[in-house]
T-cell receptor
Framework: NAGVTQTPKFQVLKTGQSMTLQCAQD?????MSWYRQDPGMGLRLIHY???????DQGEVPNGYNVSRSTTEDFPLRLLSAAPSQTSVYFC????????????FGSGTQLSVL | TQLLEQSPQFLSIQEGENLTVYCNSS?????LQWYRQEPGEGPVLLVT?????EVKKLKRLTFQFGDARKDSSLHITAAQPGDTGLYLC?????????????FGSGTQLTVLP
């Protein structure tokens, strides 16, 4: 039972570098989302998708890009990393995203130096 | 300012004690969820409350949704070390996007043996 799989688990970047955080789910969920978790801030929504080819911005989208070419995958791209993007990133999915149980991945700890 | 305020932020108690964690807002929510998160893992859904005044029980955990749908509480009876974790409330504000779940900043609970 894989559920939601995130890679990598840990990543260190230098300011200005780019990278992609990978997220895959095997539950045939239409809704996928990315959150960042910072101390004392809870989880904040970055971007979400309600199906292949459809994405939308959440609360804190600046500095991040997403695409959804398949139902299974929802990568998060940092085009030019900044120290303010140091955080723990979580990918989550659900059937439709409306008041349902969210299934979370185990997170990616990202440090930007 | 957080849309959902959780209190207390930190709580350390002895095994066997009872405790209550609160999730408050000035906004009305169509539903509220409670998640528990353990170190290095993503949040896991405990319960969803939908109706104002609703009470749900999950073994030693009792969840209540306020009559006005603006607040919720989580009560744990006879806490055990296995209850240790970060408890997060999350909800969809009434009239807001149903697919943008808002999280509180969490209550870090430590139960000492």
């Amino acid at each position: 039972n894989a559920g939601v799989t995130q890679t990598p688990k840990f990543q260190v970047l230098k300011t200005g570098q780019s990278m992609t955080l990978q997220c895959a789910q095997d539950m045939n969920h239409e809704y996928m989302s990315w959150y960042r978790q910072d101390p004392g801030m809870g989880l904040r929504l970055i971007h979400y998708s309600v199906g292949a080819g459809i994405t939308d911005q959440g609360e804190v989208p600046n500095g991040y890009n997403v695409s959804r070419s398949t139902t299974e995958d929802f990568p998060l791209r940092l085009l030019s990393a900044a120290p303010s993007q140091t955080s723990v990133y979580f990918c989550a999915s659900s059937y439709s995203g409306v008041g349902e149980k969210l299934f979370f991945g185990s997170g990616t700890q990202l440090s930007v130096l | 300012t957080q849309l959902l305020e959780q209190s207390p932020q930190f709580l350390s108690i002895q095994e066997g004690e009872n405790l209550t964690v609160y999730c408050n807002s000035s906004s009305v929510f169509s539903s509220l969820q409670w998640y528990r998160q353990e170190p290095g893992e993503g949040p896991v859904l405990l319960v969803t409350v939908v109706t104002g005044g609703e009470v749900k029980k999950l073994k030693r955990l009792t969840f209540q949704f306020g009559d006005a749908r603006k607040d919720s509480s989580l009560h744990i009876t006879a806490a055990q070390p296995g209850d240790t974790g970060l408890y997060l409330c999350a909800g969809n504000p009434w009239g807001g996007s149903a697919r943008q779940l808002t999280f509180g900043s969490g209550t870090q609970l430590t139960v000492l043996p």
